[in-house]
Every structure is written in C-alpha cells, then in structure tokens.
C-alpha cells in the first residue's frame, strides 16, 4: 500500500530540483558547521594590519574590519544557527505540543483558557515578543534560544491542538477508547502518529525562520554576544563600513541566506511529500 | 451577522485582555526594584520611598495593573525614562514614518503578487510557474537588513537614486517623504511578495477551474481580458485578508529595516527601548502595537464575511 503511493509520487513528481538545492546548501552549512571544530585559526583573533583582505589562499573569503579570518567567522556562527535554529524550534515544539494535546483532551474550561493564551501570543507581531523576552532575560545566545522557542509555541500548539481534536471523532480512537486506554495512551499512541508528518514539515520551515530571527536579533546587538559569532552579529559590526567596504558583508549575508533557502526549500518540499498538498485546492 | 459582530467583538477584546495581562506580568517577574534601577544604587532611601509611591510600586500587582490599563484606555502610557517625555507622545511622533513605511511595502509587495501569481496560476505545473515559485522561495529568504545595507551602499551612496539619510517631515510634501522610505519600503516588499504570490496563485486556480470561466470561452471572450475581468475580481478577496494582515505584521516587524536606514519610527523606538532598559516605554509600544494589530484583524474578519456574503448573495 505505501509502496504504491511512494510510486505513484515518483512518476508524478520526477526529479525535485528544489529539494536537490535545499539539500545541497544544508550539506555546505553542514559542512561548515564541522569546519568550526576543525578549523585551528581562531575567529576571534585581532590582526590589525590585516584589514579587509581580499580573498586569498590565507583568508579564503578575506578578513573583516578588525583582521579576523572571515571564513573561520562564518564557520564559527553556524554553531549559533544550529545552536539557536534548532533549539528554540525544539524548545517551541516541545511546549507547544503538550499544551495542544492537553488543551485537545481538557475540559471545556481548561481547553478555552490554554488556546486563548496561545491565541494572545499570537497576537504580538514580528520580533516584538522575542523583544519582550529579551528585555526580561537580558541577551546572550541562550535566552535568544528562550525568545525565539516561545514564539515558536503557538504555532506547535495550534498544530497539536487541531489534530488532537480532528482525530478525536474518529471511529479508531472510539474503538481505542472502549478498550479502556486512558486518553494520555490515545494521544500518544495513537494521535501523534498522525501528528508526526506534520510537525516534521513545519519543523523545518520553523528552523529557517527562527535562524532569520535570530540573526535579526543579532542585528539589532540583542540577540548573541561577543565573542560568540552570528551572523546577524556579523552584519551588525560590518554596518559601519559597509558604505565604503560594500563587499565585507557578502559572506555573512550570502551564508544567511544559504541556511534560510536551504531549510525553506527542504520545508517546501517535505510539504509536498508528506502532506500532499500544494496550496491547489 | 450582527451576533458573529459581536462574538468576534468580544474575541478580540479577551486577546487584548491576555495580552495586556502577558505585556503587564511578565515584565513584572524581573528581579530588582524598578526605583533602584531608576535612581541608580546611591539614591537615598526617601527618595526611593518617594518614586515608589508616586510610581504606585507599593500596591498589590493587581491594583497596579489595574491602573495601567485604565491609564492605557485614556491613551495615558506613562513616562519614558530615557527620554524624559509622555510615552503617548513618543509614539505619536514616530507613527508616522512606520505607517507609511507599512503601507507602501504592502501595496508595492500587493501589485507584484497580483501580476507574478496570476502568470504562476495560468502557467500552472509549467517552467514558468516553477521559475516563480522558486524565487519566491529565495525572495523570502533574503535578510532583510543585508539587502538593506547593500541598497544603502549601491542604490543611494553610490548611484544617489535614493536618499541616504531618509528623514520624514510633516512639512516636506509627500513625494520627498515617499522618496524618504521608498528604498526601505521596496526592501521589505522583497520579503512580503513572497507569501502574498503564493496566496493569489492559489485563489486565481480556484477561480480559473469555476464555472463561469468556462462559460466566458464558450461566449468566445479572449482569454486574458476573462481573466482580468472575471477570475481576478473573485480571486482578489483571499489575497487582499492576507494583505492587511501583513500590514498588521509587518508594523510591529519594522525594528529592523528602521534600523538600517536610520528611520526614527516604532520599531527604532522598541529597540532603544530595549537597549536603554526602559520599561513604561516597552510596555508601552508593545501595547499599542498589538491594540493595533488586533484590531485591524478584527475589522479584517469582519469586512471579509460582510463582502464574501455579498458576492454570494449577488452572485
């Protein structure tokens, strides 16, 4: 039975060339992630009279306004995309499906409540809320990771939240129930498989935003600090003298949005597969 | 229709309930005493004493909050510390620049999802509509503010076909003032067409498969005008919600992009907020914001049904 829908997919689709391309500049990012721990030169190492070099076989992609080797930089910030990409997403994820699913088997009163926070959390646009958060935490890469997964929450919980509750008229979940399964059993063993596919999907399209966001909070010196590298960080300390240096903030910008494309064209594709739909109907 | 009013009314109302009350309490978990950080550590004790009182900070948390949002209901937001003047007023000068730079992007971002998913649509499963859906991809993956700092650099300090410094004045006319935040406006359209394309090819698919597009073939209308006359017209509803919900994004996303050109507007304001610890003036702007999101979401709704009910009843 799956075969046949894994086939029937295949002759439809053929060769997924955003998908090949997502892959392609994740395994790059990979790649340089791995680099960050192999590398011997430090990315943080001051050389003054090595200022905005040019690409060369010493500095690859240069060096930047204080003389630090750029490519070692960039390779040093994918620990903070995957660090904050990842985590916070997680950490959303996490929280967001417990609240969906209690919220989904609660009484009336208990379900109102959990969605109308989360429907209040909804409601603070953009970065505001990560701000917020900011503003109480302080900044530094771990509460960013605290800020952006409780962003991340509503949409995890609204997720869990509408899948508990669809899935709770079906006649298999009936049958479960009359078997005496408590509805904690139900939800997991029954529920979350159907839950799976999507969250995978919307785990990866929320991985690029929460990098996104995390470099723009970067950007804005309230995101990851010193000496941690960001790309956003990057950006931020290139501001300067990027009028009359434009080309000091091509790497950061162009990594930046190697590692966004990448996640949203995986996203994008996993949308595809998994959930079958393409915004047609 | 009158009771969906209401309900959605009071719906709207519980949110900004919440988030008052989220805005409110959460800032209220910070450790150390707001007159302390005030005054500074070397403040006598009666002078504290005295902020205290007079900032209300002796009552019980829910008398407090009480009187903030009961000061926020008659635009009374308190003072900015930082800034030394009515938060009200701060806002109300920066609004401004943020609005406008809200509405041009959209509208900009708006015409250009009409034109590229209405091709992506018609063009549906071909190279064409695949080209599209990709660059809408990388469109929404381009960072803002890097796009913003490259812009800056060539398009306005090199080429000087944009201002650098672009500083908006009531007493400039408006075309100055447009050319003030084109630039910015035109960047951050970059990350909203995106969506938007994807939202109006997927309405034009609906509308080009009804029936009534069949029919205008069989009365021999060419093509392109039925598409233009007919499909676009019932197409547009789903995509223009989208739209003035990506206003409501986006002027509360603005932080950035002000950021990079230098824009003193709401979003600049948050951030110095943020940086210069200064808490009414947080509270504040990320009350208003929100008050305003949820409004236009609610009147959205609204105007949505109201026109949807229309067009059914009509047609």
Do not use: C
Not at chain 1, 89 to 110: E, H, K, Q, R, W
Not at chain 1, 128 to 157: C, H, K, Q, R, W
Not at chain 2, 233 to 253: E, H, K, N, Q, Y
Not at chain 2, 260 to 274: H, P, T
């Amino acid at each position: 039975m799956e075969q046949t829908i894994v086939n029937a997919q295949a002759k439809k689709k053929g060769f997924n060339f955003s998908l090949f391309l997502g892959v392609f500049f994740i395994l790059i990012v990979i790649g340089l992630f791995i680099w960050s721990f192999i590398t011997s030169v430090d990315p943080t190492l001051f050389d003054m009279t090595n200022r905005f070099d040019g690409w060369s076989m010493a500095h690859p992609l240069g060096t930047d306004q204080f003389g630090r080797d750029v490519l070692t930089r960039v390779a040093y910030s994918m620990r903070s995309v995957f660090t904050v990409g990842v985590g916070s997403v997680l950490l959303g994820l996490i929280i967001g499906m417990i609240i969906g699913s209690i919220a989904g088997i609660a009484p009336t009163f208990i379900q109102r409540l959990l969605m109308s926070v989360v429907d209040g959390l909804i409601a603070f646009p953009g970065i505001l809320l990560a701000m917020l958060i900011v503003f109480i935490l302080g900044d530094g890469i771990e509460n960013t990771v605290v800020a952006i997964g409780i962003m991340m929450v509503p949409s995890y919980a609204k997720l869990s939240y509408s899948t508990v509750i669809e899935n709770k008229q079906k006649l298999y979940v009936k049958a479960a129930k009359s078997y005496g399964l408590s509805n904690f059993q139900i939800v997991v063993s029954h529920i979350y498989p159907d839950l799976l596919p999507k969250i995978v999907t919307q785990f990866t399209s929320s991985v690029a935003g929460a990098i996104m966001i995390e470099a723009s909070l970067s950007f804005l010196g309230l995101g990851v600090q010193p000496p941690n590298a960001s790309l956003g960080l990057m950006l931020k300390e290139a501001q300067k003298d990027v009028l009359l240096r434009p080309e000091i903030v091509i790497p950061a910008g162009v990594s930046l949005m190697i590692v966004v494309l990448g996640f949203n064209l995986i996203g994008d594709a996993l949308n595809d597969k998994l959930l079958n739909r393409r915004g047609e109907s | 229709m009158a009771v969906y009013i209401i309900k959605r009314f009071l719906q709207t109302v519980l949110i900004m309930l919440i988030v008052s009350l989220i805005t409110f309490f959460a800032l209220k978990v910070l450790p150390g005493d707001p007159a302390v950080l005030i005054l500074g550590t070397d403040a006598t004790p009666d002078s504290l004493a005295l902020l205290r009182e007079s900032m209300g900070l002796d009552e019980p948390l829910t008398l407090q909050y009480l009187n903030w949002i009961g000061d926020a209901l008659r635009f009374d937001l308190g003072e900015s510390r930082y800034f030394g003047g009515d938060v009200t007023t701060l806002i109300g000068q920066r609004l401004p620049v943020t609005i406008s730079l809200a509405i041009l992007s959209v509208g900009i971002s708006f015409i250009l999802a009409l034109i590229f998913g209405t091709i992506a649509a018609v063009y549906r499963q071909t190279w064409v509509d695949n080209l599209i859906r990709l660059l809408t991809q990388v469109f929404s993956s381009v960072p803002s503010f890097w796009l913003g700092m490259l812009g800056l650099t060539y398009l306005a300090a090199r080429n000087g076909w944009f201002p650098v410094t672009g500083n908006f004045s009531a007493s400039a006319g408006l075309l100055v003032n447009i050319r003030a935040i084109l630039l910015p406006a035109l960047i951050m359209a970059v990350g909203e067409v995106g969506i938007l394309i994807r939202q109006v090819r997927s309405s034009m698919i609906n509308a080009l498969r009804s029936e009534y597009m069949t029919s205008t073939e069989v009365k021999g209308l060419k093509r392109p005008s039925a598409i233009i006359k007919y499909a676009m017209r019932s197409a547009i509803m789903t995509p223009v919600t989208l739209a003035s919900l990506r206003f409501a994004a986006l002027f509360g996303g603005t932080a950035v992009i002000e950021t990079v050109f230098s824009l003193a507007g709401l979003g600049r304001l948050l951030v110095v907020s943020v940086e210069q610890r200064d808490m009414m003036l947080l509270q504040g702007i990320v009350l208003f914001i929100t008050a305003v999101v949820v409004m236009i979401s609610f009147v959205t709704d609204i105007l949505y049904t109201q026109i949807n009910k229309t067009i059914r009843i009509g047609g």
